[in-house]
């Protein structure tokens, strides 16, 4: 399973757009990029995933370079209810994804 | 839909004993998971199941946690002798199985927040 790298920490504010970059410069060819969002005293909510270019839904969009070594979720004019933790996955496509790794994900903090 | 229901919600025990935490997946998913958070180490995938079977427990800290899933809508996580360092948030979660070539969606409890004294 690819290792993912993303940036500890970020702040924004209400209304701004709001990018969160992965690194995974040893995808595999099969893997599959997700991310989920988790609020304080809950667990883990799946926003989006994606295999390559972009892909959007009603929540966010998910932006994937040809090369794949890295993803960016973007979140158009955050509110305070965006705040939470951000996971960025890579999960292997042929088995459906199932063994997940988590890492420390990254914390966004949103202000008034 | 429920969702994933876990019990209890907040536990507390003494150093020693039994813990056993508890499960209900979604109904008509096949995919049954239990993770750990701590501040530490983040979130941890313990166990997995599929229709009831364990597929892959590498993530099991030690010979004192032990998981079974008697049927499709119970699983159960237990930890025996408990110790302080088990202290964390344990969430199960649940999935369906709708194929391979992407990530199926696992959808998480509100999980069960440990504390051993």
């Known amino acids: 399973l690819a290792k993912t790298t993303q940036p500890i920490s970020m702040d924004s504010y209400e209304g701004q757009e709001v990018n969160i970059t992965c690194s995974h410069n040893n995808i595999a060819t099969n893997d599959y990029i997700t991310w989920y969002q988790q609020f304080p005293s809950q667990g883990p909510r799946f926003i989006i995933q994606?295999?390559?270019t972009k892909v959007t839904n009603e929540v966010a969009s998910l932006f994937i370079p040809a090369d794949r070594k890295s993803s960016t979720l973007s979140l158009p004019r955050v509110s305070l209810s965006d705040t939470a933790v951000y996971y960025c996955l890579v999960g292997d496509g042929n088995t459906g994804g199932f063994k997940t790794i988590f890492g420390a994900g990254t914390r966004l903090f949103v202000k008034a | 839909d429920a969702g994933v229901i876990q019990s209890p919600r907040h536990e507390v025990t003494e150093m020693g004993q039994e813990v056993t935490l508890r499960c209900k997946p979604i109904?008509?998913?096949?995919?049954l998971f239990w993770y750990r958070q701590t501040m530490m180490r983040g979130l941890e995938l313990l166990i997995y199941?599929?229709?009831?079977?364990?597929?892959?427990d590498s993530g099991m800290p030690e010979d004192r946690f032990s998981a079974k899933m008697p049927n499709a809508s119970f699983s159960t996580l237990k930890i025996q002798p408990s110790e302080p360092r088990d202290s964390a948030v344990y969430f199960c979660?649940?999935?369906?199985?709708?194929?391979?070539?992407?990530?199926?969606?696992?959808?998480f409890g509100p999980g069960t927040r440990l504390t051993v004294l």
């Open positions: 979660a649940s999935s369906l199985a709708r194929g391979t070539g992407f990530h199926n969606e696992q959808f």
């Open positions: 994606g295999y390559k």
């Open positions: 109904s008509g998913h096949d995919y």
């Open positions: 199941f599929n229709n009831n079977v364990p597929i892959d």
